[in-house]
């Protein structure tokens, strides 16, 4: 079964532009969260998506929002971009919210120069 | 919400010796705690998870204890070997599979296996 996949794996903006990553989860999952991993702050929850919802949020701005489509696959957006939005953004798709495992995708390294 | 702190930072330890690396949380709430290690460049690969319905838990040459009263867990990685070298996550959530709530990450621990 293939794993999940993340597109595209680098990207290169300028501030102020908006950015949208993808993920597509393991078949058959259909809950997919997104975290930010950086150097300073390490891995942070950003949000989780269920049946084309957003079930919950972490402490970051509303300049950061994410969709579900009905085959499961997610995209985050991210606009007005800043220096600091610079990190590693993961996907990890589980069966469902309350099952077990986390798995992970490769992550999208963005660099917001 | 969650607060987890995981100790050390960075822990190097001799091949064939063993090590530990030790978590603490802060929500009482809190009832699935994963460990991941994350290689170089790589993504975050689940190693070992435990619920908060188990105090123990071993597989191979990786183990997890849960003290659900001092509200702290460790990972304990027996005669290690070069291959374990990387960086070890530990994490919590109100749900298994990290449910509404998502996985708070501890900060990490670089684990450098010395031959």
């Known amino acids: 079964k293939a794993g999940v996949t993340q597109t595209p794996r680098y990207l290169i903006k300028t501030r102020g532009q908006q950015v949208t990553l993808s993920c597509s989860p393991i078949?058959?999952?259909?809950?997919v969260s997104w975290y930010q991993q950086t150097p300073g702050q390490g891995l942070q929850f950003l949000f989780e998506?269920?049946?084309?919802?957003?079930?919950n949020k972490g402490n970051f701005p509303g300049r950061f929002s994410g969709r579900q489509f009905s085959n499961s696959r997610s995209e985050m957006n991210v606009s007005t971009l800043e220096l600091g939005d610079s990190a590693l953004y993961l996907c990890a798709s589980s069966l469902e919210p309350n099952t077990d495992t986390q798995y992970f995708g490769p992550g999208t390294r963005l660099t917001v120069l | 919400g969650e607060n987890v702190e995981q100790h050390p930072s960075t822990l190097s330890v001799q091949e064939g010796d063993s090590a530990v690396i030790k978590c603490t949380y802060s929500?009482?709430?809190?009832?699935?705690f994963p460990w991941y290690k994350q290689e170089l460049g790589k993504r975050p690969q689940l190693i070992i998870d435990?619920?908060?319905?188990?105090g123990e838990k071993k597989d191979q040459r990786i183990a997890v204890t849960l003290n659900k009263t001092a509200k702290h867990f460790s990972l304990h990685i027996t005669e290690t070997q070069p291959e374990d070298s990387a960086v070890y996550f530990c994490a919590a959530s109100r749900s298994s599979g990290g449910g509404a709530d998502g996985l708070t990450f501890g900060k990490g621990t670089h684990l450098i296996i010395q031959p």
């Open positions: 078949s058959g999952h259909r809950s």
């Open positions: 929500d009482s709430a809190s009832n699935y």
């Open positions: 435990i619920r908060s319905n188990v």
């Open positions: 998506y269920f049946s084309e919802t957003q079930r």
